[in-house]
């Protein structure tokens, strides 16, 4: 079984930053197809951000582009997300999320992709 964990939410005021980061354990990290997701009060998870194995081609959700930034280091176990020019549009539960490199023909945007999943942090951005 896989434990994903978040850590480093908070509270910023619009323009501010957070940084996020996540570990995964109970699999070999680099086999692990991870990924951010988010989900405000009201709405359905959303995906925000995913890259492949070695922290290359990242992929972004329209509405983070050029904000948020992802990152992985698989020698650390860590999955990290880097969120700049905070809106409070970005305010939500943020998710890290992971399934086996295993799994072929999964779309990486569509949360039912992911087996593993953290508790979420909360991202609360004020006007």
């Known amino acids: 079984q896989v434990q994903v964990a978040e850590s480093g939410g908070g509270l910023r005021q619009a323009g501010g930053s957070l940084r996020l980061s996540c570990t995964a354990s109970?699999?070999?990290?680099?086999?692990?197809?991870m990924a951010w997701f988010r989900q405000a009060p009201g709405n359905e998870r959303e995906f925000v951000a995913t890259c492949n194995w070695l922290g290359y081609n990242p992929t972004y959700a329209d509405s983070v582009k050029g904000r948020f930034t992802i990152s992985r280091d698989n020698y650390k176990g860590t999955l990290t997300l880097q969120m700049n020019s905070l809106k409070p549009d970005d305010t939500a539960v943020y998710y890290c999320?992971?399934?086996?490199?295993?799994?072929?023909?999964?779309?990486?945007?569509?949360?039912?992709?992911?087996?593993?999943w953290g508790q979420g942090t909360q991202v609360t951005v004020s006007s």
């Open positions: 109970g699999r070999t990290f680099s086999r692990l197809v």
């Open positions: 999320a992971a399934f086996s490199d295993r799994k072929t023909g999964a779309d990486y945007s569509d949360p039912k992709s992911y087996d593993y």
